[in-house]
């Protein structure tokens, strides 16, 4: 009779508790890509594969502390939606505190204010297992741990119609080098809180969002190779990881219902670095831009066209021929609601490097769905 009587006060405490509960959240995203190895000397054939295009799932709450603050927290697992690699790598995961006046402080994993910025803009962002975005050539697109993040409350601008917000990510490398070892996340240089940092301010409205920011020895892949399927590659090597210092602009314009103008611009060097992959020494600069458009049918809602093209040059300081990657590529989808959507795309990639040239095109289909 004692048992049932604690366990009854147990239980009603619990009802009556206040803690927030907290959100189970992710998105499962695959896709059937088309992509035909296309071979430098020996035979072309024809590739299918599934991929798995950041799918993820995480867990967030919030907990009221006073009328201003609140604790937050999240931590995302990334998860192989085709079954090829291993689940539960590492995604953002904090702890923090949000003033509601002053901002919101996190310690961590997270992403950088510079990668952020790109989200707005590119507009096929984790297609083809994240290599048809601009993840696949540019720099910048970095998730790093060991850091401190600070996010401004968005200031209004009555006379522009819109806010400005501000974000900052200090970060230390607890004196073992750069790394990427772990997938997703990179770890920076140096034991001092703030050695490598990134920031960026932007303004958003309804007619425009516009935004910059600037990586400091930022650990990011040089010389992307985008969605390169090939066995017989006519320009060798692979992508370079180094310490990077990088300038990013963005901005979309919506003038019309509907209708997206996206632009990105974007110069990247290396900064000295222990652990720099040897060759990066070499690199003088890396420049990228991007276009895009996005097209909701205001007749038909469902319905969303869209097209984006993106290059990054890459120029060396020693004799080495300049290395160009292009990407373009095109596509529909089809939203069943605010949760699930399918979509078809085709694209392209051109790699040149002297003389050299690699050639990829991809076609596929996906569905994702978002919980």
Known sequence: MKIKIVTAAVLGLLATSTFAAPTIYGEIDASVDYLPEKNA?????????????????????????????????????????DG?????????????????????????????????????????NNYVANKADVNGIFTGENRISNVVVYESPAVKVPV?????????????????????????????????????????ASFESRLLVAGIGYDKAIPSNFLGRGILNASDKAITGSS???????????????????????????????EKALGNAAGSENIDDAQGWLLGAEYN??????????????QNDTSFKNNTADFKAKQIIGGVDYAFNKQVKTYGYAGYLTLEQADKKDKQPVAGLGLEFKF
């Open 84 to 124: 090829d690699s291993t689940d539960w790598t590492q995604r953002n995961r904090f702890v923090g505190l949000k003033d509601s006046q002053l901002g919101t402080i996190k310690i961590g994993v997270h992403d950088t204010p510079v990668k952020q910025l790109s989200s707005v803009v590119d507009t096929f």
């Open 297 to 310: 049918i205001p007749q038909a809602k469902s319905w969303t066209v869209k097209g984006q093209y993106s």
């Open 240 to 270: 370079l990881f180094a310490a990077a210092n990088t300038v990013r602009v963005i901005g979309r314009l919506n003038p019309v219902e509907g209708l997206a103008l996206k632009a990105l611009y974007q110069t990247s060097e290396v």
């Open 41 to 81: 000397k020996t035979a072309n054939r024809d590739v299918w594969e599934i991929s798995s295009n950041s799918s993820f799932i995480g867990i967030k709450g919030d907990e009221k502390l006073t009328d201003r603050l609140s604790a937050v927290y999240a931590a995302e697992w990334g998860l192989s939606a």
């Open 160 to 200: 522009l119609d819109g806010a400005i917000k501000v974000n900052a990510l200090l970060a230390t490398g607890e004196a073992t080098g750069i790394d990427n070892s772990k997938a997703g996340v990179a770890k920076v240089d140096g034991r001092g809180l703030g050695d490598s940092w990134s920031a960026s």
